[in-house]
């Protein structure tokens, strides 16, 4: 990841406000959460901060001469329709409000800096000029990055050190399908500044870089073959309330990872009578659990939410033990942040890593 990571890079909401503030903006969580998403009457245009993204995104576009554009629309998250040459922006992001809600919900608001804004624009730009132009029907293509006609698995199983791969979103995502690795191709492609011959010098992933710059200045300045077509689920459309968006987004990440075994958590806590007078394992948890939890998704690209969930479990298990703190706790932060470091990267090799865009 080059520039500023998520959690160094300024947030959202401390972006300026839309000028025409909503009447929802001032309600406290509980209430706002009762609001059906299409009674929100949000806009990309209210958004200045969106605006100013799609403009940087433009110009990226002018500087390396592409006459394509796709249409922007709200929606519920991140996504680029099968043959639309469009995106859907979530909704979150064009009022600092509900970014807090979002933050609040899931603990990190995904796209909610400039710099990781672009990032998934550039990507998502990337499903569009292929649906724009049908470029997954090319013969070299599908040589290059694979069938993007083969169904999307539910998880992958990423391999890190790979370098068949470009390396732009995290968690490996070029490598969960070949559309995916046509996407990330293009985005880091798109990126300025990047020098992406020199960066993937040597890696099998430059000949798809190479194919793809090629491919831009062959179909640059050409009309695309697909219009616009319809917004899908654009959020004047969604009749759910927030509640109930979460409920189902919490779900979608929701954890499924084993349980700790026992002998682990012992290793790094003890039940024995002489550290009867310390803090508890569970309360040391859950004071380090926000520094903690973004570390980790920061080492290994796995949503926060999933993270927490897996914190929560082990919590539990460490008051139903009896487990209390046995040595320095500087000690036992880094420990057990390399403990849950490995567990998460042990799900990500073992298939369980769930597709997030």
């Known amino acids: ?92 992001l064009a009022h600092p409000r509900l970014a807090r809600l979002e933050e609040s919900q899931m603990l990190e608001v995904e796209g909610g800096t400039p710099e990781w804004c672009l990032r998934i624009l550039r990507h998502e730009t990337g499903h569009a000029i292929d649906n724009a132009y049908r470029l997954q029907r090319r013969r070299r293509r599908q040589e290059l990055f694979g069938n993007s006609f083969e169904p999307y698995p539910e998880h992958y199983t990423p391999r890190p050190y790979s370098r068949s791969f470009v390396v732009h979103l995290e968690s490996w995502y070029a490598q969960s399908h070949p559309s995916e690795d046509f996407a990330e191709t293009f985005a880091m492609w798109l990126t300025p500044n990047l ?79 002489e550290f009867a007078s310390n803090i508890t394992a569970a309360a040391f948890l859950s004071r380090i659990r926000k520094q903690v939890r973004r570390r980790v998704a920061l080492f290994t690209g796995e949503k926060q939410y999933a993270i927490d969930q897996l914190i929560e479990n082990i919590i539990r298990r460490c008051h139903e033990l009896g487990l209390r703190l046995a040595g320095p706790e500087d000690r036992a932060q880094m420990d057990f942040t390399a403990l849950l470091t490995a567990q998460t990267v042990n799900d990500l090799y073992s298939g369980r890593h769930r597709l997030a865009l």
């Open 195 to 273: 020098q992406w011959r020199t960066r993937y010098a040597g890696w099998p992933a430059l000949r798809k870089l190479e194919y793809m710059d090629g491919l831009m200045r062959e179909i640059g300045q050409r009309d695309p073959a697909v219009g616009g077509g319809k917004p899908v689920d654009a959020l004047p459309r969604i009749r759910r309330t927030l509640r109930t968006h979460y409920q189902r987004k919490r779900t979608k990440y929701g954890v499924d990872y084993p349980t700790f075994y026992d002998r682990d958590l012992r290793r790094l806590f003890s039940d024995q009578p």
């Open 1 to 92: 990841m080059s520039a500023l990571t998520k959690d160094e890079a300024r947030p959202l909401t401390s972006e300026p406000v839309p000028s025409t503030t909503a009447e929802w903006a001032s309600l406290p969580d509980e209430q706002l959460l009762g609001l059906r998403m299409c009674d929100l009457g949000l806009s990309i245009e209210s958004s200045p901060w969106l605006c100013e993204r799609l403009d940087e995104l433009a110009r990226n576009l002018d500087a390396l001469q592409l006459r394509f554009r796709p249409h922007f629309w709200l929606s519920d998250e991140w996504f680029t329709p099968d043959g639309t040459p469009g995106v859907a922006i979530p909704f979150y």
